[in-house]
């Protein structure tokens, strides 16, 4: 039972352009939510991350929209550069009867960046 | 420089052999936790550990073994009971109830 999902597998974007990347959850217990990138035989490295009592955050270049009642959210790059051609995980975080507070993560998605 | 090591990048054991992954943090976090990943798929949670002498099985613990002595450290076994070792193993830390977890390197087991 995936409880985080992401769709798409891969996409492919011109530089200059923006990237979409996208991300539905079924758990509505999921009170926080982060993106993080992914470069191949290294660590995912943290990009950016929404609360749940939020439905917008902006980074620099990254931009991050939550749709609670849908129960989506995405990852917006403008404008998308060749260097941030990687994997682009989402992962979600809640309080569990246990305490335990780790996440849970998408499959991935593989942005290639063309110049 | 503060960060998450994992230790050694690339593994390779025979079947049947038991192997520990070492992972060492030195950014004072309390929790620390072992994710796997396969291709095509996301991370997957393995072991957690929110405090010293404590950890907590994920969702995948079935073969794998870890311990908590120090803060600083959360090796990870693999034992000869994991059906699929071969993968690429991800240590992460975190404040003990942060939001944001940091990843270390990452060390690749290929079982032979």
């Known amino acids: 039972d995936q409880q985080v999902k992401q769709n798409s597998p891969s996409l492919s974007v011109q530089e200059g352009r923006i990237s979409i990347l996208n991300c539905d959850y079924t758990?509505?217990?999921?009170?926080?939510f982060l993106w993080y990138k992914k470069y191949p035989a290294e660590g995912p490295t943290f990009l950016i991350s929404?609360?749940?009592?939020?439905d917008k955050n902006e980074d620099g270049r990254f931009t991050v929209f939550l749709n609670k009642s849908a129960k989506h959210l995405s990852l917006h790059i403008v404008p998308s550069q060749p260097g941030d051609s990687a994997v682009y995980f989402c992962?979600?975080?809640?309080?569990?009867?246990?305490?335990?507070?780790?996440?849970?993560f998408g499959s991935g998605t593989r942005l290639q960046v063309q110049p | 420089d503060g960060g998450i090591t994992q230790s050694p990048k690339y593994l390779f054991r025979k079947e049947g052999q038991n192997v520990t992954l070492s992972c060492e943090q030195n950014?004072?976090?309390?929790?620390m936790y072992w994710y796997r990943q396969d291709p095509g798929q996301g991370l997957r949670l393995i072991y957690y550990?929110?405090?010293?002498?404590?950890?907590q099985k994920g969702d995948i613990a079935e073969g794998y073994s870890v311990s908590r002595e120090k803060k600083e450290s959360f090796p990870l076994t693999v034992t000869s009971a994991q059906k699929n070792p071969t993968a690429f193993y991800l240590c992460?830390?975190?404040?003990?109830?942060?939001?944001?977890?940091?990843f270390g390197p990452g060390t690749r087991l290929t079982v032979l």
């Open positions: 758990n509505s217990m999921f009170d926080y």
């Open positions: 992460a830390s975190s404040m003990s109830w942060g939001n944001e977890q940091f």
């Open positions: 550990s929110q405090i010293v002498n404590d950890f």
């Open positions: 950014l004072n976090h309390d929790a």
């Open positions: 929404i609360s749940s009592i939020k």
């Open positions: 992962a979600a975080k809640a309080w569990e009867d246990t305490g335990r507070r780790a996440l849970t």
